[in-house]
Each structure stands twice: as C-alpha cells, then as structure tokens.
C-alpha cells in the first residue's frame, strides 16, 4: 500500500508537470505581446526540466522500465529543445 501511494504522488506530479507544458504553449499563442509569449514559452520550459526530473524519479524508483524511461525521456528532450529554441528566437527578435 505505501508503495503504491508512493508511485501515485510521483505519477500525479508527472501528470501536471507534463499537462502544464501543453496549456503553457497553448496561452503563448494568445499572448497580448511578444514577452508574454516569451514568458509563456519559458515557463513550458521549466515544466519540460521537472517533467524530465520526475521521469528520472519514477525510473530510479523502479516504477519505469528502462525502454519506457529512454522512451519518455527522448521525447521530453524533443520537447525541450524546440522550446528551447523557439525562445531562443523570440528572445532574438525582440532585441
């Protein structure tokens, strides 16, 4: 029973870590400026870093297969590095 309390906290942090990357991007599309999106982009960002971090938990915990883990964690990293570069670019053309 504890364990499987443990697997749930650690799997509804996933859940909203990982749905709040989805909204985040979704309300920098309707920003009112181009730092609002920004802003926007870089908290998807930050959600995208703790949505890898609780993928890292959930494998070191044993709750994740090493396939799943490399699999989740790829398309995190996927993620994380358009949005990387999506900000990266805003950020340019606002200078």
Do not use: C, H, P
């Not at 396939?67 to 790829?74: G, S």
């Amino acid at each position: 029973m504890v364990e499987e309390k443990k697997e749930f906290v650690l799997s509804k942090q996933l859940l909203r870590s990982g749905t709040s990357i989805g909204a985040n991007i979704a309300e920098a599309n309707y920003g009112i400026s181009r730092s609002d999106f920004l802003s926007k982009l870089y908290i998807a960002l930050k959600e995208t870093a703790e949505t890898q971090y609780w993928l890292e938990l959930l494998y070191r915990t044993d709750y994740l297969t090493a396939e799943e883990y490399q699999d989740l964690q790829a398309d995190a990293e996927e993620l994380r590095k358009m949005l990387s570069a999506s900000a990266k670019t805003t950020k340019q053309n606002l200078n």
